[in-house]
């Protein structure tokens, strides 16, 4: 895979000034950092597509909006939550922990909409959905 300065051009399914925006209000889900717009190739027969890139994990990655991260960190290591119990609990573990909530808390918020490509909104919640979709008995 190489990664490269990106140019001022289209690539892949996501249009260029949207992956701008998405990096000034987004951080890494893993370690927080900042993202970049990177050009990747796919693969040697020219599959390419621009994405966000976090350079310190150094790996492809959308991201999250900051303040879930700040939540969902703080949420790992005051309620203990391991997704990965499997695996040996240390620094990694703690970066796909949060991550994992991270994903949670954005598809909750998401489905609440209180998000939404732009970031968090804020309206009120209208989660009629959910609540018809509840289990029975309660
Ligand atoms: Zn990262």
Redesign the pocket.
């Known amino acids: 895979m190489f990664i490269g300065a990106m140019a001022n051009k289209t690539y892949g399914s996501y249009d260029h000034e949207e992956l701008i925006k998405r990096a000034k209000h987004c951080v890494?889900k893993?370690?927080?950092?900042p993202l970049t717009n990177s050009l990747i190739i796919y693969d040697i027969y020219g599959g390419v597509g621009e994405e966000l890139y976090?350079p310190?994990?150094q790996?492809q990655?959308f991201g999250v909006e900051k303040e879930i991260y700040d939540m969902a960190e703080y949420y790992v290591e005051n309620f203990q939550f391991n997704y990965f119990y499997d695996m040996e609990e240390n620094d990694v573990n703690f970066e796909l922990n949060v991550a994992k909530v991270a994903d949670m808390m954005s598809w909750i918020l998401k489905n609440l909409n209180l998000l939404d490509d732009n970031g968090l909104k804020d309206n009120k919640p209208d989660y009629e959905y959910y609540l018809r979709r509840r289990r029975k008995n309660k």
């Open positions: 890494c893993r370690c927080g950092g976090c310190h994990c790996k990655e």
